[in-house]
């Protein structure tokens, strides 16, 4: 297995490089003859969704979704705690905080935590943050 950077992720996904878009999709198409698989990281995930909320794509919430859905869907793509990542998604597409927060909230109660504390009032009222206020 190999690890996926951000940006190899992003050109798949968007196509905006020709040159490099070509290079991804040899690459993928190589490794579904063979049966080879590729990592993405959490923190991949966080970039790909940073970035694609910003310029020049500017993608909304229900966009961003689809394409983290899109990627946990893929068999080529072996996610991170997959199973935390879907929850994670919930939560985003039914909140107003980013991705990586509730990733982060996730992390922090699969890791034992009673809570995470933020200042982030985006996530007041969210079950396992707490506001420090």
Same mark, same amino acid.
């Given at each position: 297995?190999?690890?996926?950077?951000?940006?190899?992720?992003?050109?798949?996904?968007?196509?905006?490089?020709?040159?490099?878009?070509?290079?991804?999709?040899?690459?993928?198409?190589?490794?579904?003859?063979?049966?080879?698989?590729?990592?993405?990281?959490?923190?991949?995930?966080?970039?790909?969704?940073?970035? +694609?909320?910003?310029?020049?794509?500017?993608?909304?919430?229900?966009a961003i979704?689809?394409?983290?859905?899109?990627? +946990?869907?893929?068999?080529?793509?072996?996610?991170?705690?997959?199973?935390?990542?879907?929850?994670?998604?919930?939560?985003y597409q039914?909140?107003?905080?980013?991705?990586?927060?509730? +990733?982060?909230?996730?992390?922090?109660?699969?890791?034992?935590?009673?809570?995470?504390?933020?200042?982030?009032?985006?996530?007041?009222?969210?079950?396992?943050?707490?506001?420090?206020?």
């Open positions: 297995m190999r690890g996926l950077d951000t940006n190899i992720l992003l050109r798949a996904l968007t196509a905006d490089d020709a040159a490099q878009s070509e290079l991804v999709r040899a690459l993928f198409a190589a490794a579904e003859r063979t049966g080879e698989r590729f990592f993405v990281s959490i923190i991949a995930l966080c970039e790909l969704t940073w970035t +694609l909320r910003g310029r020049p794509y500017g993608l909304d919430r229900d979704g689809a394409v983290v859905e899109r990627i +946990l869907g893929t068999s080529l793509l072996e996610v991170q705690d997959r199973g935390l990542v879907r929850r994670a998604l919930a939560e039914a909140g107003r905080a980013d991705l990586a927060d509730y +990733l982060l909230g996730c992390q922090s109660l699969a890791a034992g935590c009673v809570d995470t504390v933020t200042f982030d009032r985006r996530l007041d009222g969210v079950a396992g943050f707490s506001l420090l206020a």
